[in-house]
């Protein structure tokens, strides 16, 4: 085989140029995810730490930290990586089509979410974190589980011997 021909080099350039591209998408991204950090009130630099980056952004949404872990098994990943990316979306005060070009094309909307005019308006999943004395109460006034005058919602006691 010869590789001294016009092909080689030509298939070497393509190649070239496509690492290039690609290194240049990335930075893209990552100086998008910067300036969200940025603006979220947490440090920039988090946003090139591989696993810290995740750490980062659960707590920039307001969701508890076994996310991480549910961030990090494979095919359950990608279902809260969407979850993810919108509760990003919504803290910033952006919709569900958002969320889909984020996921899309994510060289274009982060950056644009962190260069652009959006202001962090909190944590979107803030009401989850208060539970039910946050008002998310699904039971309203009849909340059975805070019922202190039912003996079957009693710590046990220990007999007297």
Same mark, same amino acid.
């Given at each position: ?8 080099? /030509?298939?070497?350039?393509?190649? /070239? ?14 100086? %998008? ?14 946003? =090139? ?9 659960? #707590?920039?949404? %307001?969701? $508890? ?12 990943? =990608? ?6 990316? !919108? ?5 910033? %005060?952006?919709? #569900? ?8 094309? $994510? ?15 909190? $944590?979107?999943? @803030? #009401?989850? +974190? @208060?539970?039910?004395? %946050?008002? !998310?109460? $699904? ?14 919602? +009693?710590?046990?006691?220990?007999? !007297? @011997?």
């Amino acid at each position: 085989m010869d590789y001294n021909s016009e092909y080689a080099a /030509a298939g070497a350039g393509i190649g /070239a140029g496509m690492v290039i591209f690609y290194l240049a998408i990335l930075v893209l991204v990552y100086a %998008g995810l910067w300036k969200i950090f940025v603006k979220a009130g947490k440090p920039g630099w988090a946003a =090139i730490i591989p696993i810290y980056n995740l750490i980062v952004l659960i #707590e920039i949404v %307001g969701k $508890p930290m076994i996310w991480i872990l549910w961030l990090l098994i494979p095919c359950v990943n =990608i279902v809260f990586a969407v979850w993810l990316y !919108n509760l990003l979306s919504k803290s910033f %005060g952006k919709t #569900e089509g958002y969320t889909v070009g984020m996921i899309l094309l $994510p060289f274009v909307f982060i950056p644009m979410l962190g260069f652009g005019d959006a202001k962090y308006l909190g $944590p979107s999943a @803030a #009401e989850a +974190q @208060a539970g039910f004395a %946050g008002g !998310n109460n $699904p039971f309203g006034v009849n909340n059975p589980f805070n019922n202190t005058n039912d003996p079957f919602n +009693q710590p046990p006691t220990t007999p !007297n @011997a």
